[in-house]
């Protein structure tokens, strides 16, 4: 099991939020996805995964959500 941290930034509200869930829940084996969203600078996306998941396919994941930037991808 692997746990990602992203930074996005472009998330204004929940609705937002719900968006990049979603979108990051299709991946396979993505689970657990926690947003704390900070309107109008960048948000902290937390997910778990059975095994890592590429930055491309995050970085797609979450341009599909909307007009969101990832700044940063943290794998542990």
Request: charge should be negative.
């Amino acid at each position: 099991m692997s746990q990602t941290t992203l930074e996005i930034s472009g998330m204004t509200c929940g609705h937002c939020a719900n968006h990049v869930t979603e979108e990051l829940a299709e991946l396979a084996g993505v689970s657990n996805i926690n947003v704390d969203l900070n309107a109008g600078a960048t948000s902290i996306v937390t997910f778990e995964s059975e095994s890592p998941i590429s930055d491309a396919d995050i970085r797609e994941a979450v341009s599909e959500a909307g007009n969101y930037t990832v700044e940063s991808i943290n794998v542990k």
